[in-house]
């Protein structure tokens, strides 16, 4: 049962001709990449600043008697949070800028 493998190979080969690439599509995928480009910087970036911020706020939480006595969990989580987040979309901001413009960069040398 099945198909035969000279049928498949029509059905591969007249695939291929039937299918004409749109020139947007070149465009699409390149913002896909740097959209998870983007993304795999920030949250690299957003790990590395969780440790670094954290590590200070909770030893500072236990040694400076003013944060021992005003920083409950919650403030403490607040901190680290904020400067993950911050560091997150700067990260992912800056480097889908920087993508984008290499994409454009290239496709107005593509153009030229």
Same mark, same amino acid.
């Given at each position: 049962?099945?198909? +035969?493998?000279?049928?498949?190979?029509?059905?591969?080969?007249?695939? /291929?001709?039937?299918?004409?690439?749109? +020139?947007?599509?070149?465009?699409?995928?390149?913002?896909?990449?740097?959209q998870?480009?983007?993304?795999?910087?920030?949250?690299?970036?957003?790990?590395?600043?969780?440790?670094?911020?954290?590590?200070?706020?909770?030893?500072?939480?236990r040694?400076? +008697?003013?944060a /021992? *006595?005003?920083?409950?969990?919650?403030?403490?989580?607040?901190?680290? @949070?904020?400067? @993950?987040?911050?560091?997150?979309?700067?990260? *992912?901001?800056?480097?889908?800028?920087?993508?984008?413009? /290499?994409? @454009?960069?290239?496709?107005?040398?593509?153009?030229?």
């Open positions: 049962m099945g198909i +035969p493998s000279e049928m498949r190979d029509i059905w591969i080969n007249r695939r /291929k001709t039937l299918l004409i690439a749109s +020139p947007e599509e070149d465009r699409i995928l390149a913002s896909k990449r740097c998870q480009e983007g993304i795999r910087q920030g949250l690299k970036a957003a790990s590395i600043v969780r440790v670094v911020t954290a590590v200070p706020t909770l030893v500072g939480v040694v400076i +008697p003013w /021992k *006595a005003n920083l409950n969990h919650t403030a403490q989580a607040l901190i680290i @949070s904020a400067a @993950s987040i911050a560091a997150y979309f700067i990260t *992912a901001d800056k480097t889908i800028l920087e993508c984008a413009r /290499k994409n @454009s960069i290239g496709t107005l040398e593509k153009k030229s």
